[in-house]
């Protein structure tokens, strides 16, 4: 199973400041995903990138969101202005196989925006 | 839009019995996954299913793609306390491999 790693593991901001939270595949892939789970509820997609951009994105990845993969490793999710209602666990997913939808999923953010 | 409606909600059973849970939704999914989570983890990946009437074992897990492509069902036979989590079904949402989620059947084994 393909492994991804997340950091940070919790985040703690205050409302209106920036975040970036970032996802290392540990080997290359093509596709990769950020996913949000609000307390409690179920994990919600945000956002596909291929190919080095957005393939797919979802209403709630609205401006203040954006994503990139810097240095052809690290994919980040970057969210620009908090707000109270961002606070959730953030998974970063990688999806090995063009053939196959199984996506792997690393093991989250919590975002806590006070 | 679509969504998936995972029933029951929760569950709490004996140490030893056999669990099934379902998964439903009122568009056709040509995928479905299967999720469990555990408290404060990512979701692991089960089971994939690609063919409708495609059964599928992982272990003590054995999964189903319906026939109508409308719905899939998971079984754990002989469960265990570590079976203890959060179950999500997931269906193929768009052609970039995005997923949508159920809202997961929550598992508890008494030992």
């Known amino acids: 199973e393909p492994e991804v790693t997340q950091t940070p593991s919790h985040q703690v901001t205050q409302m209106g400041q920036e975040v970036i939270l970032r996802c290392v595949p540990i080997s290359n892939h093509l596709y990769f995903y950020w996913y949000r789970q609000i307390l409690g509820q179920k994990v919600e997609f945000l956002v596909s990138f291929y190919n080095n951009e957005i393939s797919e994105k979802s209403e709630i990845f609205d401006d203040q969101f954006s994503v990139e993969r810097p240095d052809g490793s690290n994919f980040t999710l970057k969210i620009r202005s908090t707000k109270l209602e961002d606070s959730a666990m953030y998974f970063c997913a990688i999806r090995p196989d063009r053939a196959f939808y199984e996506q792997y999923f690393g093991p989250g953010t919590r975002l806590t925006v006070t | 839009g679509q969504q998936l409606n995972q029933s029951p909600q929760s569950m709490f059973i004996q140490e030893g019995e056999d669990v099934s849970m379902n998964c439903t939704s009122s568009s056709i999914f040509n995928t479905w996954l299967w999720y469990k989570q555990d408290p404060g983890e990512g979701p692991v990946l089960l089971i994939a299913l690609y063919k409708a009437g495609e059964l599928t074992s992982n272990g003590r897990l054995t999964a189903q793609f319906g026939i109508t492509r409308k719905d899939s069902f998971l079984n754990i036979s002989a469960s265990i306390p570590s079976d203890v989590g959060i179950y999500f079904c997931?269906?193929?949402?768009?052609?970039?491999?995005?997923?949508?989620f159920g809202k997961g059947t929550k598992l508890s084994v008494k030992p």
């Open positions: 997931a269906g193929l949402g768009g052609s970039q491999g995005n997923l949508i």
